[in-house]
């Protein structure tokens, strides 16, 4: 199987071991991975704050860059519903980019909803380490895009609990909202702050040494609350719990 991957604009930037590990994961299974040069930000930001023509314009440059593709896999649920869900809104008054939106929203993938409604589950016993007597304990943490748009919440939550060196424990509330909301965290930040602190204090409650999420936005906005508390608790991608376990 060929895919190709579409990394988002905080990967690239700030986070591309993650990147290093979704792609790692992949070939690990046996998936070709390919990377369109061309790829830029999806135009969610843009969409978001309503500059629609702004949007329209990026989204245009994305669809031209994954026309090609096969398959697209996005390591981030806000980047692949803008894809599946937004485009089409975005160019319901341009019949040709709609369609064009239509037929790649239907070849494209949250990262761990292609792992597990494409390729299946059970693949993971076949390359997952020999279990080990002690266990990590992490939590999962649903990304809003990801549970709400998409309906992806047992998915992450079935690879994690194949992998024999982890405990997931649920944490309070796993389903709320971390605060970071995009450019919400830059303009209300003390309100973005104290959204995390309960959501870290949930963290807290359940002893999980690691919290895990599939988008790096949460990811990044919990590191940096946890950092300023000076608290022992990792903040990792899903990708990057799975190519360690896989072994890299």
């Given amino acids: 199987m060929r895919v190709s991957l579409f990394v988002t604009c905080i990967i690239d930037y700030l986070f591309p071991q993650v990147g290093v590990a979704v792609v790692k994961t992949l070939q690990k299974l046996g998936v ?85 409604r494409v390729m299946k589950t059970s693949f993971l016993r076949e390359v997952t380490r020999t279990a080990t007597e002690k266990k990590e304990k992490v939590c999962y943490h649903d990304s809003c895009h990801l549970s709400r748009e998409l309906g992806i919440r047992e998915e992450p939550r079935a690879l994690l609990r194949h992998l024999p060196g982890i405990e997931v424990v649920e944490m309070e509330k796993a389903d709320e909202c971390c605060g970071f909301g995009g450019l919400f965290s830059a303009y209300l930040p003390e309100v973005a702050g104290a959204i995390a602190d309960g959501k870290i204090d949930s963290i807290l409650k359940c002893s999980a040494s690691s919290v895990v999420a599939c988008d790096m936005g949460c990811l990044m906005h919990l590191h940096g609350r946890i950092a300023r508390r000076k608290l022992p608790i990792q903040c990792l991608h899903i990708a990057e719990v799975l190519t360690k376990w896989m072994g890299e």
């Fill in 32 to 116: 070709e991975v390919v990377f369109p040069m061309e790829q830029t930000c999806c135009g969610q930001p843009a969409f978001n704050y309503g500059y629609r023509d702004e949007a329209r314009r990026v989204a245009r440059h994305c669809l031209k860059a994954l026309e090609k593709s096969e398959c697209v896999v996005c390591p981030s649920g806000s980047c692949t519903a803008m894809i599946r869900h937004h485009y089409s809104e975005l160019f319901e008054n341009e019949p040709e980019f709609q369609k064009k939106s239509q037929e790649i929203a239907c070849r494209t993938f949250e990262f761990t909803e292609f792992l597990t």
